[in-house]
């Protein structure tokens, strides 16, 4: 047994695949999350609770050895609770003595980030999210002086089987099945993507070095850098047939946006379609040498499966442009 882990927020994408990958590596798992969930097995312990009642969530965490924080609220309740959740979640690591471990992402960067993104990029959010996750991940920086190990694994947006509602499932391949794709930005910008259950299995490499890294510590994940170009490619060889390509309604999500609370966020972090931006991974590949990630055109089969039915070849089949991008 490697040890004892509580994932919060189990029941969300990030939270199901950690549950999935610590286990897989032989941990104990606890899933703390509001209601029981479909993927729960007779070896996860299930704990129900709400992570914004502080006693309930430290009383959970007791005895274990690791917190993830997979906790994602709406973006319109990011204001109200993502300050709060961070404090409970510290303050269950201070009593518990667990580290904790949250999937960052690029937001904290802002619309001028630099194309490559380090460790040591500076933080310049250009908006309320990124402002909100930057004063996250300050928050764990400050309590790393008062004995809270934090490690963050920033990744791209999320590629995966489940359909959750992300970029990936619910608008550029919810269509493939009928030989279409949206894509939200330019063809010729570098977008950073981050196969789930390859980021859990990094986060899971993490965990089991944790006392070897600083108190509070971040690493890149580099999963694939393509440009939308790329990735349609990639995804007409998988689906075995040519793809039509169409673009986001952006006027008309920013209109929405004035009135459905979600929208404003979604409009919001729009410009990483438009910003190229990659995440560099040497410092995580320098901790887990021997970890490596699963080829895209694999992560692609699986992430589209229940969506396809290859009938060609289509090497080398070019895109056909559904409308100006």
């Known amino acids: 047994m490697m040890g004892k882990v509580i994932i919060l927020g189990a029941k969300g994408r990030f939270g199901r695949a950690a549950m999935h990958a610590f286990q897989a590596d032989h941990w104990q798992v606890t899933a703390f ?6 993927e729960l097995n007779e070896q996860i312990n299930f704990i129900k609770g709400d992570a914004s009642d502080v006693d309930a969530l430290s009383q959970a965490a007791s005895g274990h050895d690791v917190i993830i924080n997979a906790l994602n609220p709406p973006y319109e309740k990011w204001p109200q609770l993502l300050p709060r959740l961070t404090r409970n979640v510290i303050e269950a690591a201070r009593n518990s003595g667990a580290t904790v471990m949250v999937p960052g992402n690029v937001y904290n960067f802002g619309s001028n980030m630099p194309v490559e993104l380090t460790e040591a990029t500076p933080q310049e959010p250009s908006n309320w999210l990124g402002r909100l996750r930057t004063e996250l991940e300050e928050a764990y920086a400050i309590a790393a002086d008062d004995g809270v190990r934090t490690i963050i694994l920033r990744g791209g947006d999320f590629i995966e089987r489940s359909q959750t509602g992300n970029w990936f499932d619910s608008q550029i391949t919810n269509k493939v099945d009928k030989g279409r794709v949206t894509y939200p930005g330019p063809l010729d910008r570098v977008h950073s993507w981050a196969y789930l259950p390859d980021m859990a299995r990094a986060l899971v490499g993490l965990a089991n070095r944790r006392s070897d890294f600083a108190m509070f510590e971040t690493f890149g994940f580099p999963g694939y850098s ?7 490619e990639a995804l007409c060889q998988v689906a075995g047939q040519r793809l039509k390509v169409g673009s986001m309604p952006w006027p008309l999500l920013r209109a929405l946006s004035l009135v459905v609370g979600n929208l404003k966020g979604v409009v919001a972090m729009s410009y990483l379609w438009q910003v190229a931006h990659r995440i560099d991974g040497t410092k995580l590949q320098t901790a887990l040498s021997d970890w490596q990630p699963t080829p895209l055109n694999l992560a692609l089969t699986d992430a589209i499966a229940d969506r396809i039915n290859p009938r060609q ?6 895109l056909v442009p559904d409308q100006a991008l």
Do not use: E, M
């Open 226 to 232: 393509l440009t939308g170009q790329a990735l349609i």
């Open 33 to 38: 999350a509001r209601a029981k969930f479909g």
């Open 313 to 318: 070849d289509v090497t080398n089949t070019p």
